[in-house]
């Protein structure tokens, strides 16, 4: 079985790579929630990491991290079903 591939021109490429772009973007601005949230949690976790370590005897500072993703997992499947109305066992 051969496939008949047609050439495109620059004008049809270019069509194509805007369409995707934009459809990108589409979906970005959906998401963008979850991704400034893990930003800010991620910045919350080495800054308070950071004191416990430079200010504190506390031997392990990094116990900090495992608390912190269990509670953003669980967070972003609560958001994610209020919006959608679907059920994500994933994090």
Do not use: A
Request: some cysteine; proline content about 1%; overall charge positive.
């Amino acid at each position: 079985m051969e496939t008949m591939e047609k050439e495109m021109t620059g004008e049809e490429s270019l069509k194509i790579i805007t369409d995707m772009i934009n459809k990108t973007k589409v979906n970005l601005r959906q998401s963008s929630f979850h991704l400034l949230f893990w930003g800010w949690l991620i910045f919350v976790c080495s800054f308070s990491e950071y004191l416990l370590w430079k200010f504190t005897d506390f031997t392990h500072p990094y116990y900090i991290w495992f608390c912190v993703t269990r509670k953003h997992c669980i967070i972003r499947i609560w958001i994610q079903d209020r919006k959608e109305g679907q059920s994500s066992y994933l994090c």
